[in-house]
């Protein structure tokens, strides 16, 4: 006999549709046999237990109710955390090494600081809006995108952000690896910094979304000060009178391919953002949210990119530093800041950068892999952050001799999807949800017979990849759209993208509203 269990939660709220083997409960003159969803029981009790012994998050992907929540985030000081957190994870050595992407392109010191003002901007904004849907549906940004997207495109964006998150983790520990081996003078190997680094962050994922926000709180102005003493100790070598060695119809293609990689990096949190939000109260400005989201991811991804810009920009004209940035960033920002003490102390510092961009993608990623399937999601978090962490240290190991390389091509994709996340979002929140949460049944999230199909959703994001992949630049293919541009051509996948999911989104949508009812 089967029954349907209810797994309670420490914030009280069940997990439904679990079907479990009950016959123990039957009269049996044989010893009861194991089966796998007992295995599953008893690791859920496990997480159960580190949850109230040690404070390991145990409510995962289940809608965090209002009464439940956290009431720290409501005051001003939780706010402001939303603020820190982004500042924590994105002010990196990732987003640093970013900025040498626009010299490496062929642009000048002059156009990459425009592009690096600019477009993160406008990815920081997409990812701000996509966070003020936490905190009144007290869902995870994969749950939310069924109610537009559907239930089973809704897999392929968790898929994608645990693709994504992933790749985050690994560039941050190999980055955070470089550090370190330069702290050590090169006794420590880059490969022992990168695992190292990824096990510091897995222990901060482990324990869930507090922790990681203790993290940020609690070194983000450490190392929004690095960076500043960094950029004001360079900012006098960066070449503004050399010219753009891509000029002309090149010389755009090239800007293009840097704001697609720019608004990459600040955009590609839109599939989601939600999951850190979802602790804050129904009733929290919007407002607030956005503001505070944007600003953080905004001031910390443009100021580690231009400390990055201004250095490149440098490298052709002194011989030491472009020595020691073959040798690693590590050992280029030894070089470049005064005195070596102080580099030697901000090295040790930057390493943990890394933590502060891996712990949260690697919690998040965790939540991603249970919300794309159901039958995943009876696996308790814990475990799931236990393998993201060994695929990060064996992605981060494969990476970890062509860095920018995989940034370039990492970035890039990263836009395309968090594009079509964001329109589908949009316009069904403002369009056919009439800007609305009442307008959501928060209560049917996991339920698909009461969620859209995804025949709309699915269709939009089918054609917003074709769009994307027209337009890209990569080092491995350029698409035929973006191959007109220039002789190396010019990354317009995101504009399309974006073109392609708005108009088949709208009529699709109404159709499926019509016809299916939901």
């Not at 990119?305 to 280029?332: H, K, T």
Request: with cysteine; net charge neutral.
């Amino acid at each position: 006999m089967n029954r349907t269990t209810q797994d309670i939660e420490k914030n009280g709220s069940p997990i439904v549709g679990i079907e479990v083997d009950s016959s123990s409960e039957e009269i049996s003159a044989g010893p009861p046999r194991p089966s796998k969803i007992g295995f599953l029981e008893k690791l859920r009790s496990y997480e159960d237990a580190l949850d109230r012994k040690l404070g390991v998050e145990a409510h995962s992907i289940q809608r965090q109710l209002p009464e439940n929540r956290n009431p720290f985030y409501a005051g001003w000081s939780g706010q402001l955390s939303m603020f820190a957190f982004w500042m924590g994870g994105c002010m990196n050595l990732s987003s640093f090494a970013t900025g040498f992407l626009g010299w490496e392109l062929g642009l000048d010191l002059r156009q990459s600081l425009l592009i690096i003002a600019f477009a993160p901007l406008a990815g920081s904004m997409i990812t701000g809006w996509c966070a003020t849907m936490g905190p009144p549906t007290g869902l995870r940004q994969v749950s939310i995108c069924r109610y537009s997207l559907g239930w089973y495109p809704a897999k392929v964006i968790a898929i994608f952000n645990v693709i994504q998150e992933i790749g985050w983790c690994a560039s941050g520990s190999i980055t955070g690896g470089q550090a370190l081996s330069a702290f050590s003078g090169g006794k420590v190997g880059t490969n022992v910094g990168v695992v190292i680094c990824a096990i510091v962050s897995f222990v901060f994922s482990f324990f869930g979304l507090t922790a990681c926000y203790r993290f940020a709180k609690y070194t983000w102005f450490i190392f929004t000060a690095i960076f500043l003493i960094m950029l004001g100790e360079t900012a006098r070598f960066g070449d503004l009178n050399t010219p753009p060695t891509a000029r002309g119809a090149t010389g755009s293609g090239a800007a293009l391919t840097f704001v697609s990689i720019m608004y990459g990096s600040s955009a590609s949190c839109a599939g989601y953002a939600s999951d850190f939000y979802v602790e804050y109260p129904v009733n929290i400005s919007k407002l607030n949210v956005f503001l505070l989201t944007n600003l953080g991811f905004y001031l910390s991804t443009v100021i580690c990119a231009i400390c990055g810009a201004v250095i490149a920009s440098a490298l052709p004209n002194n011989r030491q530093w472009e020595e020691q940035y073959d040798a690693g960033i590590g050992f280029l920002i030894q070089t470049v800041v005064h005195p070596y003490a102080l580099a030697q102390i901000m090295l040790f510092l930057l390493m943990f950068t890394a933590v502060g961009l891996s712990c949260g993608s690697m919690y998040s990623a965790s939540l991603s892999i249970q919300l794309s399937t159901q039958k995943l999601a009876v696996v308790p978090r814990f475990i799931w952050t236990v393998i993201c962490f060994a695929a990060v240290i064996a992605l981060s190991l494969a990476g970890s001799d062509r860095l920018l390389v995989f940034l370039q091509d990492f970035l890039s994709l990263l836009g395309y999807y968090a594009t079509a996340v964001f329109v589908c979002l949009i316009t069904e929140h403002y369009l056919f949800r009439h800007g609305s949460f009442d307008n959501y049944d928060l209560e049917a999230w996991d339920k698909p017979e009461k969620l859209p199909i995804g025949h709309a959703g699915g269709l939009a994001l089918i054609c917003g990849i074709v769009g994307a992949v027209l337009g890209m630049v990569t080092t491995w293919y350029t698409g035929v759209v973006a191959k007109l541009i220039g002789d190396f051509g010019g990354d317009i996948g995101n504009e399309l993208c974006f073109l392609f999911t708005l108009i088949v989104y709208i009529p699709a949508r109404s159709w499926e509203m019509k016809h299916l009812g939901r």
